[in-house]
């Protein structure tokens, strides 16, 4: 079955600094990747996803990249602000009906003002 | 509008004991997942319902057990309840057959 390994496991940064996390991925049929943002006591909010027939995708200060020969995906956060302060996790999914969200362990990235 | 509902809160149980948890999904979604996250770890996938049939099970034993009704919501169910039960609970809905979106998630203690 699917394995998502993600690193850091941890990350501080100062503000204003970039933070990239990163996910690889093991199922080759895997074409869905979504990244949630865990905030203490709080739900998964899903902040941007890629599907595998796009290799980069922005919105605002957030971008994901896709390498699917390489099998690795990463989220690149620029400009970072304190609120970014939280738990992030990468999944992966096949897409289809009954198929999962595979988690990594997710990053607890700080961001120190 | 309303995003996704999951009742109780919390919940303290003793081993051996049942529980039910309960999920409404977004006005519109068909489909309802349930993932377990233990302290410290990614949610792991129990169980997905489309259109009120079972479409996947994840690596979990016979004690869990869920239903989705007519109106899509949907309960989970674990019987034997044990120590290493102890965890939130989060529903996910979606439209698609991708995108995701949490609940609050119901926190289970097991004593």
């Known amino acids: 079955g699917e394995n998502v390994e993600q690193h850091p496991s941890t990350l501080s940064v100062q503000e204003g600094d970039s933070a990239v996390i990163k996910c690889t991925y093991s199922d080759s049929a895997s074409n869905y990747f979504p990244w949630y943002k865990q905030e203490l006591g709080k739900r998964p909010q899903l902040i941007i996803d890629i599907r595998s027939n796009v290799g980069e995708k922005k919105d605002q200060r957030i971008a994901v990249t896709l390498n699917k020969t390489a099998k690795h995906f990463s989220l690149h956060i620029t400009e970072t602000q304190p609120e970014d302060s939280a738990v992030y996790f990468c999944a992966a999914s096949r897409g289809q009906a009954g198929t999962a969200l595979i988690f990594g362990k997710g990053t607890t990235l700080s961001v120190s003002s | 509008d309303a995003g996704v509902t999951q009742s109780p809160t919390h919940l303290i149980k003793t081993r051996g004991q049942h529980v039910t948890l309960r999920c409404s999904p977004i006005?519109?979604?068909?489909?309802v997942s349930w993932y377990q996250q233990v302290l410290g770890q990614g949610p792991q996938f129990i169980f997905q319902y489309y259109e009120k049939e079972e479409r996947g099970r994840g690596n979990f034993p016979d004690r869990f057990s869920a239903r989705q009704f007519p109106n899509y919501s949907s309960e989970l169910n674990v019987n034997a309840l044990l120590l290493g039960d102890s965890a939130l609970y989060l529903c996910?809905?979606?439209?698609?057959?991708?995108?995701?979106?949490f609940g609050p998630g119901t926190r289970l203690t097991v004593t």
């Open positions: 006005s519109g979604h068909k489909s």
């Open positions: 996910a809905s979606s439209f698609s057959q991708d995108e995701q979106y």
